[in-house]
C-alpha cells in the first residue's frame, strides 16, 4: 500500500521543475544580468514568485501541460527620486533589444514585465522568462508598511515596480523578496534533516556532478512538504478553474501560497497530506489569521487586501473548488484516491488504478468424475 505523501510526491514528479532546469534558469538569468550590466544598466537580478518560493508547478492551460513561466526582478540601482518608471522600464527593453542574442528571445512587452523565450531542453521542455524592471521603494513608503504591522526584516527589500496601464508606466509597490523571506521562514519548519538526506540521495548522476561535494549543492534545490503541498493545492485549482472554463478567475498564486503557508506556520513538521487538510479546515472555519474581516491580507503588506479583485461570483467557484480539493484528499479508499490523483492532478501517474484485476478461473486438481 502506497503512503499518501508518496503518492502525492509521485504526483508532482513530472510537473516539478528539475534541478538541472532550474540550474540552466539561474545561469542564464545571471548571464542576462551581466548583458546589462557591461551594457550601462546597473542592476541586480532576483528569481521572484515561484522561482524564489520553490514552488514552481508546470502551467495547464487550454487542456495541455505548456512551457514554465519564470519571474525575476531587474533591480536597477537608481534612487526612485532621480529616475521615473518610463526610463527604468524603457531602458532595460531597449537594451535586450539591442542584443542580437536576446532580441532574438524578446516576445513582448508585459504590463509588468519583458518575457524572455529560452530553446527547450534534452526533455523538450523549454521556459519564459519574465524580466521585472525596478527601483528601491522609498524610506516613507517602506515605513508606512512597517506601521501597519509588518517587522521590518521583511520590509526593507520592498520595491517599486514599473506598471504599464492604457500605456502609460507607472510605479506599483510590490515586496516578492520580503515574501519569499517570510515563506521560508515558514516553510523550513517543514522540511527536516531526514527529508534532506533522503532529497540528496534522489538527485540525478547528472545533477550531483555539476557539484564538487553534496553539500555543496543549494539549500533551494531541497522541497519542504509545504511547498510540495503549495504545488499540489496549485496544480489542482488549474485543472479545476481550466475544466468549468474560468481559468481567468482563479485564485492567484500568491494568495494560495499566503493561506497555506499562514495556516501551517504555528504547527510543524506536517506531512503533506496533513499540511492539505490543515489549509482547507482553517479556510472552511475562516482561522487563517490573514483571513480577517472578508479580506485576505499580504503578510509582507498588511495595507494589501490579495482577494480584493475577486467577486462574490468568484468567491463561490472557490469554495467549489476547496470542497473538490477536499473530496480528494479526504478519500478513505487508497485506490479512489490514486484514480482521483489521475484525474485531477496528473494523468500520467497512476494508470494500474484503472486496470480491473482479471476473473481467473481456478483449475481444479481433481475431475468431474472422479
Same mark, same amino acid.
Given at each position: 500500500?502506497?503512503?499518501?505523501?508518496e503518492a502525492?510526491?509521485k504526483?508532482?514528479?513530472?510537473?516539478?521543475?528539475?534541478?538541472?532546469?532550474?540550474?540552466n534558469?539561474?545561469d542564464k538569468y545571471?548571464?542576462?544580468?551581466?548583458?546589462?550590466?557591461?551594457n550601462?544598466?546597473?542592476?541586480?537580478?532576483y528569481p521572484q514568485?515561484?522561482?524564489?518560493?520553490g514552488?514552481?508547478i508546470?502551467p495547464?492551460?487550454?487542456g495541455?501541460?505548456?512551457?514554465?513561466?519564470?519571474d525575476v526582478l531587474?533591480?536597477?540601482?537608481?534612487?526612485k527620486?532621480?529616475?521615473t518608471?518610463?526610463?527604468?522600464?524603457?531602458?532595460v527593453?531597449t537594451?535586450i533589444?539591442?542584443s542580437?542574442?536576446y532580441?532574438?528571445?524578446?516576445?513582448k512587452?508585459?504590463?509588468?514585465?519583458?518575457?524572455l523565450?529560452y530553446?527547450?531542453?534534452?526533455?523538450?521542455?523549454?521556459f519564459?522568462l519574465?524580466?521585472?524592471?525596478?527601483v528601491?521603494?522609498?524610506?516613507?513608503?517602506?515605513?508606512e508598511i512597517?506601521?501597519?504591522?509588518?517587522?521590518?526584516?521583511?520590509v526593507?527589500?520592498?520595491?517599486?515596480i514599473?506598471?504599464?496601464?492604457?500605456?502609460?508606466?507607472?510605479?506599483?509597490?510590490?515586496?516578492?523578496?520580503g515574501?519569499?523571506?517570510w515563506?521560508?521562514? +515558514?516553510s523550513? /519548519?517543514?522540511?527536516?534533516?531526514?527529508?534532506? @538526506?533522503?532529497?540528496?540521495?534522489k538527485? =540525478?548522476?547528472? %545533477?550531483?556532478?555539476?557539484?564538487?561535494?553534496t553539500?555543496?549543492?543549494?539549500h533551494?534545490?531541497?522541497k519542504?512538504?509545504?511547498?510540495?503541498?503549495?504545488?499540489?493545492?496549485?496544480?489542482?485549482?488549474?485543472?479545476?478553474?481550466?475544466?468549468?472554463?474560468?481559468s481567468?478567475n482563479k485564485?492567484?498564486?500568491?494568495?494560495?501560497?499566503?493561506?497555506v503557508?499562514d495556516?501551517?506556520k504555528d504547527?510543524?513538521p506536517?506531512?503533506?497530506?496533513?499540511i492539505?487538510?490543515?489549509f482547507?479546515?482553517?479556510?472552511?472555519t475562516?482561522?487563517i489569521?490573514l483571513?480577517?474581516?472578508?479580506?485576505?491580507?499580504?503578510?509582507v503588506d498588511?495595507?494589501?487586501?490579495?482577494?480584493?479583485?475577486?467577486?462574490?461570483a468568484?468567491?463561490?467557484?472557490?469554495?467549489?473548488?476547496?470542497?473538490?480539493l477536499?473530496a480528494? +484528499?479526504?478519500? /478513505?479508499?487508497?485506490?479512489?484516491?490514486?484514480? @482521483?490523483?489521475?484525474?485531477?492532478?496528473? =494523468?500520467?501517474? %497512476?494508470?494500474?488504478?484503472?486496470?480491473?484485476?482479471?476473473?481467473?478461473?481456478?483449475?481444479k486438481?481433481?475431475?468431474?468424475e472422479?
Open positions: 500500500m502506497m503512503k499518501r505523501d502525492l510526491q504526483s508532482l514528479e513530472n510537473l516539478d521543475i528539475s534541478p538541472t532546469m532550474e540550474k534558469a539561474r545571471e548571464a542576462l544580468s551581466t548583458y546589462l550590466n557591461n550601462g544598466i546597473n542592476s541586480d537580478f514568485g515561484s522561482f524564489l518560493l514552488t514552481v508546470r495547464h492551460r487550454d495541455e501541460d505548456k512551457e514554465y513561466d519564470l531587474c533591480l536597477i540601482k537608481k534612487d527620486m532621480v529616475t518608471p518610463t526610463i527604468v522600464k524603457t531602458d527593453g537594451c533589444k539591442n542580437d542574442q532580441s532574438k528571445k524578446l516576445l512587452e508585459d504590463d509588468h514585465c519583458w518575457t523565450e530553446a527547450k531542453d534534452s526533455s523538450n521542455i523549454g519564459t519574465d524580466v521585472v524592471p525596478c528601491d521603494e522609498g524610506v516613507s513608503e517602506k515605513a512597517m506601521l501597519s504591522g509588518v517587522v521590518a526584516e521583511y526593507f527589500q520592498t520595491v517599486s514599473t506598471n504599464k496601464l492604457n500605456g502609460r508606466y507607472k510605479w506599483l509597490t510590490s515586496n516578492p523578496l515574501f519569499g523571506r515563506f521560508s521562514d +515558514i523550513d /519548519k517543514h522540511l527536516t534533516p531526514d527529508m534532506i @538526506s533522503d532529497q540528496k540521495g538527485f =540525478s548522476t547528472e %545533477f550531483r556532478q555539476i557539484y564538487a561535494k553539500e555543496e549543492i543549494p533551494y534545490f531541497y519542504s512538504n509545504l511547498q510540495r503541498a503549495v504545488q499540489f493545492i496549485k496544480r489542482h485549482r488549474d485543472i479545476f478553474f481550466e475544466r468549468i472554463k474560468k481567468e485564485p492567484s498564486s500568491i494568495l494560495i501560497t499566503a493561506l503557508a495556516a501551517v504547527i510543524y506536517l506531512s503533506i497530506e496533513d492539505i487538510k490543515t482547507i479546515n482553517k479556510f472552511n475562516n482561522t489569521s483571513m480577517r474581516d472578508g479580506e485576505i491580507l499580504n503578510p498588511l495595507r494589501e487586501d490579495l482577494a480584493c479583485r475577486i467577486s462574490e468568484d468567491k463561490n467557484e472557490i469554495n467549489k473548488w476547496i470542497s473538490s477536499s480528494l +484528499i479526504n478519500s /478513505k479508499d487508497d485506490l479512489e484516491f490514486r484514480k @482521483s490523483i489521475r484525474n485531477n492532478i496528473n =494523468s500520467s501517474v %497512476f494508470e494500474d488504478a484503472f486496470i480491473s484485476p482479471k476473473n481467473i478461473v481456478p483449475v486438481p481433481w475431475s468431474e472422479e
